[in-house]
């Protein structure tokens, strides 16, 4: 009997590639979407052979009824605290009521479990939630995929063609950060929901790049050496962003402020994986720099 793992998120564009990559496995997809979300994407996802539930994250009993039946979930929302810490939980006590054995909570970012509270506001939610997770009777598995890809196209102070040049802080030139691409981190999630023996953290990487590297790659694929700029230092760029975050309290009902973007790239340049599972499954071909250059 084919495994049946249930979506949440499925309309985003994660999990929409992630619905994708579990049917590819011959698994039975189940999604779960707010009532209203976009009828086009659910039509689509009910054409590729998804089993769409369209439930009140509020009631309890709806979201039950939704994981009877359920091998593992995954969990592929975006939002604030009411999404990440409160729908997520509603999601989680469901699970533990419809008794299925497994939970792929919402944590694709960078580990989070190494950075210090106060760093990363979208982190410090996941790090409540993860509270709630491990103290359930439920097998949880994280999947850290450090940053986006994408994020090397979006002219930030690490890559920043206008401008063409390149950031770091400290002495940091040569520190490698994660970058996985949407669809490697499909794959990988697809292939984790389908493996029973998933431990409770894997760590991938498409690939790694330092500002260093970055300078080479400009060069070979942007036909000129972009510069190395020093941004200053980790201590000055963490305190930049707790007093821009204090100046700025409307930014705590957005998503994405500014001050949350620089907390991002502190990140960056904080934390990386030790190690990387990239190894655990076959089939995946993870995806190469220089197709984000």
């Known amino acids: ?11 985003g564009n994660l999990g929409q590639k992630i ?8 698994a039975q997809v189940r999604a779960i979407v707010r009532s209203g979300s976009n ?33 593992c979930i995954i969990s592929a929302i975006t939002g604030l605290h009411h999404v990440i810490v409160d729908a997520q939980l509603n999601l989680l006590n ?12 919402s944590d694709f970012s960078c580990d989070f479990t190494l950075m210090p509270k106060g760093e990363n506001r979208n982190f410090d939610f996941r790090k409540e939630f993860q509270q709630y997770l491990d103290s359930l009777p439920i097998k949880a598995t994280s999947i850290f995929n450090g940053c986006f890809a994408d994020i ?13 040049t390149i950031g770091y802080y400290d002495d940091k030139t040569d520190w490698e950060i994660d970058f996985t691409t949407m669809d490697n981190t499909a794959e990988f999630t697809a292939a984790t929901a389908m493996d029973k023996s998933s431990p409770r953290f894997l ?23 972009f510069q190395l700029v020093s941004m200053g230092s980790m201590e000055e760029f963490s305190a930049f962003n707790k007093m821009q ?49």
């Open 1 to 11: 009997m084919n495994s049946t793992i249930l979506v949440a998120g499925a309309t």
């Open 19 to 26: 619905c994708r990559e579990l049917l590819k496995r011959n």
């Open 39 to 71: 009828k086009e994407i659910i039509e689509a996802l009910e054409k590729d052979g998804v089993d769409v539930f369209e439930v009140d994250w509020s009631n309890q009993q709806e979201l039950i009824s939704a994981c009877n039946g359920v091998h």
């Open 94 to 105: 469901a699970a533990v009521a419809a008794s299925v054995p497994r939970f792929i909570p």
């Open 152 to 164: 090397l196209r979006y002219n930030t102070p690490l890559f920043n063609v206008p401008e063409k």
């Open 203 to 225: 760590r991938i990487a498409s690939f790694r790049v330092s500002p260093e590297m970055l300078v080479d790659l400009s060069e070979k694929h942007k036909d000129q050496k």
């Open 245 to 293: 975050r204090a100046t700025h309290p409307e930014g705590e009902q957005q998503l994405y402020p500014g001050w949350q973007q620089a907390q991002y790239l502190y990140s960056m340049f904080s934390i990386h994986h030790p190690a990387l599972d990239n190894s655990r499954y076959t089939g995946i071909n993870w995806e190469a720099v220089e197709s984000y250059i």
